[in-house]
């Protein structure tokens, strides 16, 4: 994996200052200890920092430039259809074994142009410049796990793999977009193409940018969701085809650098990824590295909110019981104070921390992979949105069509396996979405349930009359209140394009770590995307596909489990133990010129002083605290990052 910058002047007779790259490079090293090489020519200048991550790697000696077309590449990622992509260019076996990811791709380029960016599978983001023409081409993969962030100055363009290499030209300045920082508090989608930073905007999943001629113009090669649904005669063929994708998704991930290694939980979506991985590379006599976070011995049986238990080590051990070149390790962990290493986290990625509590485990599980010579860790990031998805958007979807019996004979097998879920809970799951937004807000409120804005988001008034928030969110198809949708495929599009791990990736690399999901394949989300919402809730089982691959492939200390695994259980413990310093972050807040504008400041104190004694277990509880204030607490700290204000 890589890290790229690249200057482009408006004339090729003005050269880029070798201040300015070392600088560039300085930044980019961080995050590509391996190797640092650039190119330098008529006003262009590209680099790139490289961790090698594949055994190709070791071959890779970018920037390269093609002697059939001139052009220069810049590529980050892993091509996981090398040897498809080498036969439609007439490459032949041998040959490949000595060519890294990069000279496919700019064969590819070479062959079909910007056509061959949709024939490109993995994780990537790529620059190719063209010297003659002055063309330069950015593009980002379909899913979107490498990033790139572009800018245009005066009489120059530059593109880089996060905002704060483009910061190191002088003439970018650092300005936080406050627009885009009200949609991160209120977690709506972001503008099209729109970074927090002012000026600098950034390449959604599947789309590419030409630069030429003095413009710029973004185009889309790939969207999810419009491929249509899959008709089989059998559900069980869709098991099957689930089956085939996840292994198809698996396969060339595993090809690393080193001991492979895998995030292991006691949920679906890890467990499934370890089980296939191990038994893919028992057939070839290779091991796998299982890592599972957990609390220390005596705190794993504490209380955990309804529908969660605090001890994954059950599950993951019982799925590493049932493979024998499984190495398991439990690595245990506890959750410093939220605020440890906060500063650190926000200028690795240039974000807000969305969950304090959950980088510190993350981060545990990463160090440990590494002391045992790891540099890939394969995890089940977002599976919700592919192979654990749970079908309910089916039950909204016969309810709001007015297919009552078909509707009521799907909430009675519901029934008869979940008994504890109460029968009020199918009319009010099924009428949220049609009853207007401040009734249901004031029903679920008398009922002492449910959760407005305010109580997950700490964004002030002021910022919220500013921008409108409820109509900017109708402009978006976005309900604040989370009340679900009938269409299964919109409800899991959007969050593919509002969240983003490229930046998460990164910050991994920049430890020596390449995380890979193949939960996330592009095959894989399309298929998943394709499967019709009813197999998904089949005979009324949540997330039947899964469940039904899953016998004989998960134990049933998995699949048999009512509870999720609760990561980071510890949480309201730590932050207890930080609240003097929680309290002190906020009065240093109170004391910067603008932070007050953008978040509730008064609120965030209330919630320090009313601080609950017991029972923080409820979900309101954790809304109000893990969610809203830890997270403001990360947005007020990037907001002094942004600025370069520490008081």
Not at 222 to 245: C, I, M, N, T, W
Not at 334 to 362: K, M, Y
Not at 413 to 419: L, Q, T
């Amino acid at each position: 994996m890589s890290a790229l910058a690249g200057i482009i002047h408006a004339t090729p007779d003005r050269p880029v200052e070798r201040s300015t790259r070392d600088r560039l490079a300085a930044v980019l090293s961080r995050y590509g200890r391996d190797a640092q090489n650039g190119w330098s020519r008529g006003g262009a200048l590209l680099l790139r920092s490289l961790l090698r991550t594949t055994p190709e790697d070791c071959l890779d000696s970018q920037p390269l430039q093609s002697p059939a077309s001139g052009r220069v590449l810049l590529f980050d990622g892993r091509l996981d259809n090398r040897e498809a992509l080498a036969r439609q260019l007439d490459i032949a076996a041998a040959d490949l074994r000595l060519l890294a990811d990069s000279a496919v791709v700019i064969r590819a380029l070479d062959a079909w142009g910007e056509q061959a960016l949709d024939r490109l599978l993995g994780d990537f983001a790529l620059a190719s410049w063209e010297p003659g023409p002055r063309r330069l081409l950015l593009a980002r993969d379909a899913v979107g796990y490498r990033p790139m962030f572009w800018v245009r100055g005066e009489g120059f363009f530059a593109f880089a793999s996060l905002p704060k290499v483009l910061f190191a030209i002088p003439d970018v300045p650092r300005r936080l977009r406050e627009d885009a920082l009200h949609d991160y508090l209120c977690l709506l989608p972001l503008d099209k193409q729109a970074t927090l930073f002012h000026g600098i905007f950034r390449l959604e999943p599947g789309q590419y940018l030409v630069v030429e001629g003095g413009r710029e113009e973004v185009r889309r090669y790939h969207r999810f969701g419009e491929s249509g649904l899959l008709k089989l005669a059998d559900p069980r063929e869709y098991v099957d085809g689930l089956a085939e994708q996840i292994g198809r998704a698996v396969a060339p991930r595993l090809r690393a650098l080193g001991p492979l290694a895998c995030e292991l939980s006691s949920g679906l979506d890890s467990s499934t990824v370890a089980a296939v991985a191990a038994r893919q590379l028992g057939k070839t006599g290779q091991r796998l590295l299982a890592l599972t976070a957990v609390l220390p011995e005596g705190r794993r049986d504490g209380p955990a909110p309804p529908g969660f238990h605090r001890d994954e080590g059950p599950g993951a051990r019982a799925l590493a019981a049932m493979h024998a070149n499984i190495d398991h390790v439990l690595v245990e962990s506890t959750t410093p104070s939220p605020l440890q290493g906060l500063q650190e986290r926000i200028e690795s990625t240039d974000r807000p921390v969305f969950n304090p509590c959950n980088a510190h485990w993350v981060q545990a599980l990463g160090q440990a992979a590494q002391e045992r010579g790891a540099r890939t860790l394969l995890n089940g990031w977002q599976g919700n949105l592919t192979i654990s998805h749970d079908g309910l958007p089916w039950l909204q979807y016969l309810f709001s069509r007015g297919r009552l019996l078909a509707w009521r004979k799907l909430a009675r097998s519901m029934r008869r396996r979940y008994p504890w879920v109460p029968r009020r809970w199918f009319f009010e799951f099924c009428l949220a979405p049609h009853v207007p937004a401040s009734l249901w807000s004031a029903y679920q409120r008398r009922r002492g349930s449910g959760k407005d804005l305010a109580d997950y988001s700490a964004a002030s008034r002021v910022l919220q009359r500013r921008y409108d928030t409820p109509r900017r969110a109708r402009q978006r198809g976005w309900d604040l209140l989370y009340r679900g949708h009938p269409n299964g495929v919109r409800l899991r599009v959007q969050p593919l394009y509002q969240v983003e791990f490229a930046e998460t990736c990164l910050a991994m690399n920049a430890s020596g770590l390449d995380p890979r999901s193949p939960t996330m394949d592009r095959r894989l989300v399309e298929y998943c995307l394709s499967i019709p919402e009813a197999v998904y809730l089949h005979e009324g089982c949540l997330q039947w596909p899964l469940r039904e691959l899953g016998r004989g492939l998960l134990p049933e200390e998995i699949l048999a489990s009512r509870t999720r695994g609760y990561q980071a259980g510890d949480w309201f413990e730590s932050a207890t133990a930080a609240r003097a310093e929680l309290g002190s972050l906020l009065a240093q807040f109170r004391q910067h010129e603008s932070i007050g504008d953008y978040l509730d400041l008064d609120g965030l104190q209330q919630l320090l002083d009313d601080w609950p004694a017991d029972d923080w277990q409820r979900p309101e509880v954790e809304t109000r605290y893990r969610n809203k204030l830890l997270r403001a607490m990360s947005v007020g700290a990037f907001v002094r990052y942004v600025e370069n204000d520490n008081r």
